[in-house]
């Protein structure tokens, strides 16, 4: 008889944004006439931007052509696409990354889930709490916890809560961890890391030996020069941490689908048989087997937003989405609701009024505003009592929620 991987049984029934998609659909069919306005998973709702179309129409044209054809790409990446990541996103920073440590991917969700293949099942993993659940799920299907408790919490990981009562600043953990998920922008506070922060976690993770999984996939919504856009800005990091980006929200990628990992080559760990093992090498044996690299026409896509043109729509788009974030922020705190987040990121973080659990709200504005927003609770136990919105929409359809929203909380 085959078996399964039972670990797979410890998870919760579903995950997060499928089982609002479930509510909402049992909400929609039962009240047909119902214009529901969706501010739950952050996906995008406007068009491409026009550098990025045009490069991606003369990458077909490309492929329609015996000279220009391609077949397999490299694994890693177009070298067109990593040296104007490097260049754009690190080097005109004054971040020493270079195009070789960049492996481009279908996206930053199957990347943070993918690592775990060149990771040990016994490291003793830390997360914020509320967290992306994607970095808890992973886990558990790769039986890297136990079993989850009556708060979801599942054994074995350990929890650092991030809300209101600590400025959504985690305390460093007071046992030695091996793995460290930080977020920022973080998803789903909305909320960043200073670069003392982020210090602090870099020097823990040299005095433990522990590596940080740096989800940066929200940097391009910082409009703050002083914030940090990547991990590698902080001393000794290139160490200690790896950095996943994404194209899905600063250029509408969400269904194109690209993304990136960014693996130094000073990143290094000795295995149990005392060999000094780089992960940089590890990773790329792993991607050279299992991935074909992301398409062609995609990855021409991706390099057509680092042009001068490119460069500029991808900032009016971004500024759309955060002009969204900013009337989403100040139409709710004008009715009293205290929101955190929506500043350098998509993702306003709001406190349920009343004192109603994530899940009773989120059912009070799907019912009463025709709305959707995601539980906080969805997000961790520390996330009970709180409720995110989604900047990404159109602007008419902000406007609208908002009115829905306050006549549901006034
Ligand atoms: C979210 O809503 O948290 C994001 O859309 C999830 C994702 O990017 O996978």
């Given at each position: 008889m085959f078996r399964i991987n039972?670990?797979?049984?410890?998870?919760?029934?579903?995950y997060l944004f499928p089982e609002i998609g479930r509510r909402v659909k049992a909400f929609t069919d039962a009240n047909p006439d119902a214009q529901v306005i969706r501010l739950?998973?952050?996906d995008v709702t406007e068009p491409l931007p026009t550098a990025v179309t045009d490069a991606m129409k003369a990458a077909i044209d490309d492929l329609s052509n015996r000279d220009s054809f391609h077949g397999y790409g490299p694994e890693q990446g177009y070298s067109f696409l990593r040296d104007a990541i490097a260049a754009h996103d690190y080097q005109n920073r004054?971040?020493?990354?270079?195009?070789?440590e960049i492996f481009v991917s279908d996206g930053s969700k199957c990347d943070t889930g993918n690592i775990l293949d060149i990771l040990g099942s016994d490291n003793k993993i830390a997360i914020t709490d509320?967290?992306?659940?994607v970095y808890v799920d992973t886990n558990v299907m790769a039986g890297h916890t136990g079993p989850a408790d009556a708060n979801g919490r599942f054994d074995g990981l350990v929890y650092l809560p991030v809300t209101a009562e600590n400025n959504f600043v985690a305390d460093l953990p007071s046992e030695s961890v091996d793995i460290i998920y930080l977020c920022y922008p973080n998803n789903p506070t909305g909320t960043v890391a200073t670069r003392e922060t982020l210090q602090k976690w870099v020097d823990y993770a040299q005095q433990n030996n522990s590596l940080i999984m740096y989800d940066?996939?929200?940097?391009?919504?910082?409009?703050?020069?002083?914030?940090?856009?990547?991990?590698?800005?902080?001393?000794?990091a290139r160490e200690v941490a790896i950095e996943f980006r994404s194209f899905s929200k600063s250029i509408g990628f969400t269904g194109v689908r690209c993304a990136f990992a960014v693996i130094p080559t000073e990143l290094k760990v000795t295995a149990s048989c005392g060999t000094v093992v780089s992960l940089h090498q590890l990773w790329n044996r792993r991607q050279s087997t299992k991935f074909n690299g992301a398409s062609y026409v995609v990855q021409r896509g991706a390099a057509g937003a680092y042009t001068p043109e490119g460069r500029q729509q991808m900032k009016s788009l971004v500024d759309f989405y955060m002009t969204n974030a900013k009337l989403l922020r100040e139409g709710l705190q004008s009715v009293g609701i205290t929101v955190f987040g929506g500043e350098h990121a998509p993702y306003v973080w709001l406190q349920t009024p009343n004192g109603l659990s994530s899940w009773d709200f989120f059912d009070l504005l799907l019912s009463k505003g025709h709305l959707v927003g995601t539980p906080g609770?969805?997000?961790?136990?520390?996330?009970?009592g709180y409720f995110r919105l989604s900047a990404f929409n159109s602007r008419e359809n902000v406007k609208t929620a908002l009115e829905r929203f306050k006549s549901v909380v006034q």
């Open positions: 039972e670990n797979y049984l410890k998870l919760k029934a579903g739950g998973i952050g004054g971040v020493n990354v270079s195009a070789d509320p967290v992306y659940p940066a996939a929200y940097e391009a919504f910082i409009s703050d020069d002083s914030i940090p856009r990547s991990i590698f800005e902080i001393e000794g609770s969805g997000f961790g136990a520390a996330g009970e």
